[in-house]
């Protein structure tokens, strides 16, 4: 089998900390069940104040209020101002993970990041992400999120690459399942170490050696 020759990073719990793990410490702080919050952003699909926000439909100040209602209606009241606050504190890029970029743009492969993102979190302001990746796709510009195989298509056609020969990377199981089923391949990130052993797998080289 030949050897990928482009990979797309998710950005947050892979290229940069989890927002997973800050929304569960906020969890574990307010006191509700483990896991509500992700279970009532999957259980709001589409029409959900976090996909809308994720889709650029609403601003940060405006998912606050509509996001708190959600939650409070499900039967747990937060503040999602609160743990959005400690979303964006995790979020410091993983200096292994910067470097293994760094190698594999050496090696003349082509990366992309491609993020679940939202209007006003800085994401779009952060100069480091134009010089790391060659093409950034972000979801609150695109309005279109993960797991939609559209937004997964448009990365494609921005690296000019095919989906057999690249890799994704994601921390969230549901957003790798449309990559397998466009021919990617994949790697669901549970911590760095595990993540950068089997991309240097796949990929066929080293990738802690700065550059």
Known sequence: MSRPNAVIFDLGGVVMGSPLHAIAAYER???IPSGFVNRHVVATGAAGAWSRLERGEVS???FYPLFDAECAAAGHAL???AMMERIAIAAQPRPR???AIRSIRARGLRTAALTNNWLGDGTRQ???LGEVFEVVIESAVEGLRKPDPRI???ALARLGVAAAETVFLDDIGRNLKPARELGMWTIKVEDEAQA???LAQALGFAL???V
């Open 97 to 99: 993970m910067l470097t």
């Open 126 to 128: 952060r100069d480091w």
């Open 79 to 81: 503040s999602a101002r």
């Open 29 to 31: 702080a307010i006191a």
């Open 60 to 62: 940060l100040d405006g």
């Open 152 to 154: 997964y298509q448009i």
């Open 208 to 210: 802690d050696e700065a």
């Open 196 to 198: 950068l052993g089997e």
